[in-house]
């Protein structure tokens, strides 16, 4: 680690001894929107886009540089750095400039840009042209691996194994750099269908290509059925990583005990709707909560909260 003084929180967070990574934000969106008023439980982010569409058009569409908020809320919970990416709108650049400005505290991935098709039949992808930016974001960027991508964007497909088809070529070129990947689990706020948040593709991806290491984020946002599924798949693959991101303390005791804390990274999922969810804690509160009431011990949680990221981002 780069860092060997860690950050003191402030407030009511607990001091430690080592330094915490989040590594899973996404910390663009629109300066000075407010959704206290329509993010109050975990539920309304996913329901913003049909309760208000047009709030939700216009907080999906905001690319401004949140990085400066996010820093505050880390230095008042004592974290010392973050892994950050951006929405899949805006550009790579941004986050590049980010880390830039504050090189000791961020570390930056890439994602491709999306069009605003959520669903169903999308625009043919420039494989060629996509492996050329890629080597642009890394080589010239700096950025450190592919951040969490939407599957629908690939694959119009529900089978597992035509998904991870359609996925192939994306992870060809990705295997170039050896580089990470983020997939999600389970919903999403943008209205992409659950089964793109189902996982099982990661096993044949991860059979195909062992040179890159896969993150499963939110290890199946805590329902227990998903949740076991992407235990499987990491228990199987030692290139498969689970972030904590909305999960349970008890997913995150099985994860360590079954595959170790070498391979489960903490992350919040930090950006604007779920920063505005403040009840019952604010997301740091909320997102340590589920490392430290996981029964884990302390050398584990060090591992989880920082030294898993250090290790597999490189910091």
């Known amino acids: 680690m ?3 003084s860690p950050r003191q929180a402030s407030g009511t967070q607990r001091q430690r001894n080592y330094p915490i990574i989040d590594a899973h934000t996404h910390p663009f969106g629109n300066q000075g929107l407010d959704l206290s008023n329509h993010i109050k439980t975990v539920r309304d982010p996913i329901l913003l886009r049909r309760r208000n569409p047009e709030l939700f058009q216009q907080m999906l569409k905001g690319t401004d540089d949140l990085t400066e908020e996010m820093l505050a809320e880390m230095d008042q919970a004592g974290i010392d750095r973050a892994v950050i990416q951006s929405r899949g709108i805006g550009t790579n650049e941004a986050v590049a400039q980010a880390v830039r400005r504050h090189p000791e505290r961020f570390t930056g991935l890439f994602r491709p840009i999306y069009n605003t098709r959520i669903s169903g039949q999308q625009d043919a992808l420039d494989y060629a042209e996509l492996g050329r930016s890629m080597d642009y974001w890394v080589n010239e960027l700096g950025l450190k691996g592919m951040g969490e991508i939407r599957v629908s964007r690939f694959s ?10 359609d ?8 295997a170039r750099h050896r580089m990470p990947i983020m997939f999600q689990t389970a919903w999403t706020q943008f209205g992409t269908p659950i089964y793109h948040g189902v996982p099982t593709f990661v096993d044949d991806l991860a059979e195909r290509f062992p040179e890159v290491p896969f993150i499963i984020t939110k290890m199946g946002r805590g329902y227990d059925a998903l949740f076991e599924m992407c235990l499987l798949i990491a228990f199987k693959h030692d290139n498969v990583y689970l ?4 999960s349970k303390p008890a997913h995150v005791a099985r994860a360590v005990a079954e595959i170790g804390a070498d391979r489960v990274i903490f992350g919040t999922d930090w950006e604007q709707t779920w920063a505005a969810l403040k009840t019952p804690a604010d997301i740091y509160t909320r997102s340590l909560a589920i490392v430290d009431d996981s029964g884990i011990s302390e050398a584990q949680k060090e591992w989880v909260l920082g ?4 290790t597999l981002f490189g910091i």
Not at 157 to 164: F, Q, T, Y
Not at 167 to 174: K, S, T
Not at 307 to 310: G, V
């Open 243 to 246: 972030d904590t991101v909305q």
């Open 307 to 310: 030294k898993t990221a250090a």
């Open 2 to 4: 780069s860092n060997p």
């Open 167 to 174: 996925l192939a070529p994306l992870l060809e070129i990705l």
């Open 156 to 165: 119009a497909e529900s089978a597992p194994e035509k998904i991870a088809r």
